[in-house]
């Protein structure tokens, strides 16, 4: 009896699992009742003939971010799912993440400081508008563009101010001069050094890091000469509110630095939050020179990207 009911078991549990028979289709084509199917499928499992595996692709995302927070000394790191490695789609998850973080981080009285590119622009307008008072939001650096390429930096703040119910407080420059002296003079506005005051200031700062790739978006905006552009090609690693740093995270170009208006990397140590959002291979380099820097506090990120990030062994 034993057997047969095991054999019986076995049969109703391929039909079901295998073939995709519902119960009551088994049952008709077996000649048995309904709740009998039902029984021998729970005594299958019983029994270990049906053994169910599942595939979790959110399984070990915790653990990888514990790994980052371990290797990098960080306050927070969440990796997110994205179903391909491919950079937009990793943008879309990533971002996605980092609004709903900042709608849960964001609270009264705070200065949240932001950079604008598209990563930023992408998580300002998936901020979703908080009932929040007394937050201040100001850019970090400077945002208009030598060129026809669009930076998105005046919506990526005008979402963000939505979003917290303020004002945005845009610095309203180019990132890069051409000079350090006519930079030093414009910092000397009453405005402009408000600004930038408010954005040391900030409790609260969300960046994400560029390249140094022919494509890179600072490379393409006409601040920097083929020169310079080369010299950072050779030293830098990535970019962090338009400043260049290496692999160790420090600055590179103290020539291009000094032209260079916004925040200083420094000040991004000393925020309760800074907040990190990238992902892509090509931006692993990036991502652990600023985080060896010590940059950022929190980093959001996916699950391929860091993966390669905690494989990777500066050269």
Not at 158 to 172: C, E, G, S, V, Y
Not at 296 to 302: E, Q
Request: glycine share 6%; aromatic share 8%; proline share 3%.
């Amino acid at each position: 009896m034993d057997k047969e009911k095991q054999q019986l078991s076995v049969e109703v549990a391929r039909l079901y699992y295998q073939s995709d028979y519902s119960q009551q289709e088994i049952a008709n084509k077996l000649n048995i009742s309904r709740p009998t199917i039902s029984r021998l499928l729970k005594y299958a499992k019983e029994k270990g003939f049906v053994q169910i595996q599942i595939a979790d692709p959110f399984a070990d995302l915790d653990n990888v971010g514990n790994l980052l927070k371990e290797k990098y000394h960080l306050l927070e790191a969440h990796v997110v799912f994205s179903p391909i490695p491919e950079y937009t789609v990793i943008t879309e998850h990533i971002s996605k993440f980092a609004a709903e973080y900042m709608e849960k981080t964001v609270t009264n009285g705070d200065i949240v400081g932001v950079s604008w590119g598209t990563t930023m622009y992408e998580i300002a307008r998936k901020t979703v508008p908080q009932h929040v008072k007394g937050v201040e939001v100001v850019q970090l650096k400077g945002g208009i563009s030598h060129s026809n390429v669009n930076t998105y930096a005046n919506e990526t703040i005008a979402f963000f101010a939505d979003a917290f119910q303020t004002t945005p407080r845009n610095l309203p420059l180019p990132v890069i001069f051409d000079n350090a002296i006519t930079k030093e003079l414009v910092e000397q506005d009453r405005h402009i050094h408000h600004i930038i005051e408010m954005g040391k200031q900030a409790n609260i700062a969300i960046f994400t890091v560029g390249t140094v790739r022919d494509e890179a978006l600072l490379f393409r905006l006409g601040y920097l000469n083929q020169n310079e552009m080369s010299v950072l090609k050779e030293k830098a690693v990535g970019d962090i509110c338009s400043r260049f740093f290496d692999g160790n995270g420090n600055i590179c170009s103290e020539e291009i630095n000094r032209r260079t208006i916004g925040i200083d990397l420094e000040e991004l140590r000393l925020k309760d939050r800074s907040i990190l959002v990238a992902g892509g291979a090509r931006k692993v380099k990036a991502i652990d020179g600023a985080l060896r820097g010590r940059y950022a506090n929190v980093l959001i990120i996916d699950q391929h990207t860091a993966k390669e990030l905690l494989n990777y062994q500066k050269g």
